[in-house]
């Protein structure tokens, strides 16, 4: 790995890139990361799997996914770099890893970035009809293309306004519906525990499909890792946020499913076609919930969108430093890779424009590719730090400036907890297809990364 020697940027990150990114952007960063559209929109599918049983899906996802931020924030704290879990995967078990996992990730949010953009473009077109989807899309694109074009600190900027909204549109969610619960919210009664009486209504399989949706909820907690690089303090921001990831898991994710599921029974049709979060504010009967909640969810999908251009950059721009990537993609200008920045971009239009022109066989193929590509990150994270941690004890236990809990049982614990997932994928119709296909592309670029690093292997 690089390792930067120029006065005035930190030991141990990439040395080109600017360190614009302040404390604050870093720290909005990491609480507003765990606020997606999926935790909007996409956990209404999973309210009507699982019923009320949903709170224990998200409980037992988050368990997961804090000790994933965990093992992720002890490698990043000690080695900060923006290829984040692709670096240490190299580090740890060698090129072909880094490689693969660098380069599964880069399509994960590219094609991310093309989803969030449809997203949001739906939205804007039901407020302006007659309006071309894929215009918004560009708009978009150009908009936040631009914004990572200039700076870091545009990218931070941009990120905490957006994240400060939504923090305090789910705060408020979650203010109301507890006083609602309590009875105490002037204009309407508690529901008691009514909704709840039917906890598993539709049994085991239910929460399955609940658990599988909920996992994948959690998707964009690593781009705090990837940020810390550029911020003025990489190894106090990645320690900061990693500390605080469990409360903001258990208030957001786990404490607004609860809210929801007891204020709204969990077989109504609102709750899928509206959103959780707008039938919940309709029971409420709050005026103009559906629009205001509207505006929640653009402004979730316009960060992603941000968020996931950025990351999708510096993931690029890290691989090419280390020699596994087309070098043009690792031109630095202005402290910005912006060739890596465009090529994303302009990857993630392209996932639009095959969603207009291919979208049953091109498109859906795509969608299916990058399904289960998070668990496979996932993995490299758990079997990089169980190489890695024994190492920094032995050579450099002064970084270790985070600590996994429990080492190493809780991470064999989170490795068999994904395995488990992955068993449930294949149990299911709808996932084992996106958990073939993710394993297909992981093989392949597997291969492709193993036999570049037998090729550039020392002769002797």
């Known amino acids: 790995m690089p390792t930067s020697t120029t006065k005035g940027k930190p030991s141990g990150t990439d040395a080109s890139l600017s360190h614009g990114l302040k404390q604050r952007h870093l720290s909005m960063i990491a609480l507003g990361g765990v606020i997606g559209a999926g935790l909007f929109v996409g956990s209404g599918a999973g309210i009507a799997a699982a019923g009320p049983s949903i709170v224990v899906a998200y409980a037992l996802s988050g368990v997961l996914v ?25 580090r740890a078990i060698g090129p072909w890893a880094g490689f693969t996992a660098g380069w599964s990730f880069w399509v994960l949010l590219c094609t991310a970035v093309g989803l969030e953009g449809i997203g949001a473009a739906k939205i804007v077109s039901g407020w302006l009809p007659g309006t071309p989807e894929w ?3 560009a708009l978009f694109m150009v908009v936040f293309c631009a914004t990572n074009l200039a700076a870091v600190k545009n990218f931070g900027e941009f990120e905490f306004w957006f994240a400060a909204l939504k923090v305090g549109a789910i705060t408020l969610f979650l203010v109301l519906g507890v006083l609602a619960i309590l009875g105490i919210l002037p204009g309407t009664d508690s529901p008691g525990a009514s909704h709840l009486t039917d906890f598993l209504p539709n049994g085991g399989e239910g929460l399955v499909i609940g658990l599988l949706a909920s996992v994948f909820a959690y998707g964009g907690l690593e781009t705090v890792t990837i940020a810390a690089a550029e911020s003025e ?7 900061s946020a990693v500390r605080t ?30 959103g959780p979060y707008v039938a919940a504010l309709d029971e409420l009967g709050i005026p103009g919930a559906g629009q205001l909640m509207n505006v929640v969810v653009l402004v979730a999908l316009l960060s992603a969108m941000n968020a996931n251009i950025y990351g999708a950059s510096r993931i690029a ?3 090419v430093e280390r020699g596994q990537g087309p070098k043009g993609l690792g031109r630095v200008s202005g402290g910005v890779p912006r060739i890596a920045v465009l090529a994303s971009s302009v990857f993630g239009f392209l996932c639009v424009l095959l969603s207009y022109w291919r979208p049953d066989d091109v498109f859906a193929w795509l969608l299916n590719m ?6 496979a990150v996932w993995i490299f994270i758990a079997v990089s730090q169980l190489r890695l941690r024994r190492r920094l004890e032995r050579e450099a236990p002064e970084k270790l400036a985070v600590r996994m809990w429990a080492f190493p049982w809780l991470t064999w614990v989170a490795l068999a907890g994904m395995g488990a997932v992955f068993v449930l994928m294949a149990r299911e119709p709808d996932t084992r297809v996106q958990l073939y296909s993710t394993g297909g592309m992981t093989v392949f670029l597997a291969l492709v990364g193993y036999a570049r690093q037998r090729v550039r292997a020392p002769r002797g």
């Open 66 to 90: 804090m000790l994933v931020m965990r093992m992720l924030g002890e490698m990043s704290a000690a080695y900060p770099s923006s290829g984040s879990f692709s670096a240490h995967a190299e």
């Open 233 to 239: 303090n990489p190894v106090q921001g990645v320690a």
């Open 370 to 375: 990058i399904g289960a590509v998070i668990l």
């Open 135 to 137: 215009a918004w899309v």
């Open 317 to 319: 721009y890290s691989l």
């Open 245 to 274: 990831a469990m409360w903001r898991i258990a208030l957001f994710y786990i404490g607004s499913m609860a809210v929801i599921v007891t204020l709204v029974p969990w077989d109504s049709k609102e709750v899928v076609e509206k």
